[in-house]
């Protein structure tokens, strides 16, 4: 082989192959070694969700979320793969967490949603996974958002304009206050939790 | 060498920065600079990548073969990008989420890029990690300054917290949160800076 042909052809070839492997190495490393935090934060993650959609204060620690967590949840899988959860409350009655996903702006919503005991009103709800517009979408995560939804049993049918006072929102049974700028994403919630509230009522309907 | 690397450090920071002079890297800056929170995390992770790129692309320079130098490059860049979203996910999960793909989206900063071809290709790694983070800095406080009105202006919020006195009468500007905002914020900023701050050297205006 000639000499610049070498040089020319093989020679980057196999310089960009040991670059890539040396960046390989480099990038699976740090993969392994930040593993178990990244799975860690994830399950944290799905434990604070259950707890906020089930309308229980969040304990203060993470040793203390994990333990309130395994005394008192239960994992459901029904036959299709879905999975839910209930949780046991201590006067006897039990919420049923329900794991809801929807097609938001940008991408799917993954809504956690509480439902109480018999009556079958919203316990919480709060909102997993998203890539809604930070500042605008993004605000289905603040707590006046998602509280107003706590009592009340839907199905919704109307969005409100986001009310100036916060605490002053909508009572309407079948309405909740939207977010300024972000009617996909408002509506998006709103497909949610309509669904949500059916599969609720369906799975009571059939025990 | 110190006075050089001196005058490029300041260079990067004020008359040739990134942003509002060679207007490079505007996708980001419209892109995460609503909230401040997430700006500053935005630009941690782009004075990470930009030094380490410069470094490691200046201490390659000698050996990467001409042709394939922009790969490399891209491929550098890359690899400590994928390094910075696999940490911000094992330290910062909160924030993690709320970046989402833009963290990811450093790799296409053409900041990034433009330092490594046009100064780290062709000098010394410690010249070229200076002024890796000196254009890094440059980047960063542009946006800092952007964010910090786009969220006091479309949020009535600071790092998340309501400011007393502002934030119960404020009427939120939902322009400012969205793109456009960014847009008008980048502007402006651009239009007091060239005129009160840096001097314009190609004169006649």
Known sequence: ?207 | MPGKVKNQFLASIGKDNPVFAQVLGICSTLAVTNVLENTVVMCLGVIFTLACSNLTVSLLRKHIPGSIRMMVETLIIAAYVIIVDIVIQATLPGISRQLGPYVGLIITNCIIMGRAEAYALNNEPLPSLVDGIAAGIGYSYVLLIIAFFRELLGSATIWGYPIPGFSSWWVNWSIMVMAPGAFFALAILIWVIKTYFVRDEEGGK
């Not at chain 1, 020679?11 to 860690?40: N, S």
């Not at chain 1, 809504?111 to 079958?120: D, I, S």
């Open chain 1, 1 to 207: 082989m000639k000499p610049e042909l070498i040089k020319e052809k093989v020679a980057p070839v196999l310089f960009m192959a040991g670059v890539t492997f040396v960046a390989i190495t480099l990038v699976g490393l740090v993969d392994i070694v930040t593993k178990p935090a990244v799975e860690r934060n994830k399950t944290l993650f799905q434990k604070q969700a259950v707890c906020d959609a089930a309308g229980v204060e969040r304990p203060g620690s993470t040793e203390a979320l994990i333990a309130w967590y395994d005394a008192h949840v239960t994992a459901l899988t029904n036959s299709e793969g879905t999975v839910s959860y209930r949780v046991a409350e201590p006067e006897g009655e039990s919420t049923l967490v329900l794991v809801q996903q929807g097609p938001g702006l940008w991408g799917s919503i993954t809504a956690y949603v509480g439902f109480n005991g018999e009556a079958m009103t919203i316990a919480g709800v709060t909102f997993q996974d998203h890539v809604e517009t930070p500042g605008l979408g993004a605000r289905i995560d603040e707590s006046w958002f998602r509280n107003q939804f706590v009592g009340k049993s839907g199905p919704f049918a109307r969005l409100g304009p986001e009310p100036q006072d916060k605490t002053k929102g909508t009572r309407d049974p079948d309405a909740f206050d939207q977010i300024t700028g972000a009617t996909i994403t408002s509506t998006a919630v709103k497909d949610i939790m309509n669904k949500s509230i059916q599969q609720a009522r369906s799975l009571t309907a059939s025990r």
